[in-house]
């Protein structure tokens, strides 16, 4: 657990950044800060491993007071991660994995094989990225090494500094799933920062929401959510969301704003030869079967209606298969493209809240949608530029 006791901080400019901090960090939680710029979300974290000092006030991690504890091994037990992670260049994956345990002096069969069971808990293959450097990978897997990193000496702390900022939102999304993964096993105490609500929402256990150097609200996210304790809690929250809802401000786009309207569909009753019909007039090769009441009963591929099309008496009922997968319309994007990717499904049915059919996402519809946020995103970039 780490405390903070009536915390402040004043720079040596006579500003004070931090205004009587009292904060209740639990073990085995992730706790998101989030706030404005310059609320003093860094500062907070700083305070924590000792890069800098409080004012006045007390923190305490494990109920020990960390002015008495000697830096170095107070850092040994707190992992740090911030947004550009400074891996060094000049070493290849694996040294940077293992610059942590280097230092404690570990023997080098042991950094092996760490290094390795990290680069797998990530899912890069040691084999492979061991040797890299860091310009041969993807941001996004530069931050996974960041990550893992950080988790070399099996620190009880973790301390995140909007580790995954700078990356695309399809990365950002992998690497928040994947933090909440690791955290599932390890357990550990994170803190981590971010000014994204939704990246809070998503990763905390605790959120705790500062401004101007003080603490506004803390609690879990429902209960922020429902309960904002003020307006500018309100507005704090209401502000991201619409910034979030337009597509070109980073957001991820969700299964509605990509499916195609109005698929080929067919009711239980058709015979093989209607449904053979329908899709010709469609140039599909598949029909989704819908009841009266609009909600998803199966599919048939045009196999399946082939295979027993000399059987006068069937209907597609009788051929169809059932859905295993489908998504909501507010299931995001990646996640509807994780599904299709890992079943190999060729299409995901769209499906409101109270189960009624109402799109389906096809690659070409992805592709399509993908198409018109670029043009209108260079579209905008033109204009200004
Ligand atoms: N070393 C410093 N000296 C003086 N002022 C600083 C220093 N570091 C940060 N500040 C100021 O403290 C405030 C909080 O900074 P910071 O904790 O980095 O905010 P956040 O991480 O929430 O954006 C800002 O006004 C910043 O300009
Ligand atoms: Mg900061």
Request: with cysteine; net charge negative; charged share 25%.
């Amino acid at each position: 657990m780490i405390q903070f006791d009536g915390v402040n901080k004043v720079y040596d400019d006579g500003h004070q950044v931090l205004k009587n901090l009292n904060l209740e960090i639990k073990q085995g939680e992730i706790t998101v800060l989030i706030g404005p710029s310059g609320c003093g979300k860094t500062t907070t974290m700083k305070l924590i491993n000792r890069l800098i000092s409080p004012s006045s006030g007390h923190i305490l991690v494990d109920g020990q007071d960390i002015s008495t504890v000697d830096p170095v091994a107070l850092r040994r037990k707190i992992g740090y991660v911030i947004q550009n992670i400074g891996l060094f260049p000049h070493m290849n994956i694996a040294r940077n994995v293992g610059v942590v345990p280097r230092m404690l002096k570990w023997d080098k069969a042991r950094i092996a094989s760490k290094v390795n069971e990290l680069l797998s808990m990530v899912g890069l293959d040691p084999r492979i990225f061991g040797n890299r450097y860091p310009s041969e990978l993807s941001g996004g897997q530069q931050q996974r090494i960041g990550v893992i990193r950080a988790l070399a000496a099996d620190p009880s702390i973790i301390l995140m500094d909007e580790p995954f900022s700078a990356l695309d939102p399809i990365s950002r999304e992998q690497l928040q799933d994947e933090l909440i993964r690791l955290q599932h096993e390890l357990k550990k105490t994170i803190v981590f920062v971010t000014h994204d609500m939704d990246e809070a929402i998503k990763l905390a256990d605790t959120i705790v929401l500062m401004n101007d150097g003080e603490i506004v609200q803390a609690g879990p996210p429902e209960r922020i959510l429902r309960h904002p304790a003020n307006d500018f809690v309100k507005s704090f929250i209401g502000q991201k969301r619409m910034q979030l809802e337009h597509p070109l401000r980073g957001s991820l786009p969700v299964a509605s704003d990509v499916m195609v309207e109005s698929p080929a569909v067919a009711s239980p009753t058709r015979g093989l030869a209607e449904a053979v019909k329908m899709m010709e007039k469609r140039r599909v090769d598949s029909l989704l079967i819908v009841d009266k009441g609009n909600r998803l009963v199966g599919s048939v591929s045009i196999y399946q209606v082939l295979d027993h099309y000399t059987d006068e008496s069937k209907t597609v009922a009788d051929v169809m298969k059932p859905i295993e997968h489908a998504v909501k319309t507010n299931t995001p994007l990646s996640v509807a493209l994780q599904l299709m990717s890992a079943h190999q499904l060729p299409n995901v049915p769209v499906i409101r809240d109270d189960n009624e059919f109402v799109g389906l996402i096809t690659r070409g519809s992805v592709v399509s949608h993908l198409a018109e946020v670029y043009s209108e995103e260079s579209g905008e970039t033109a204009n200004v530029g």
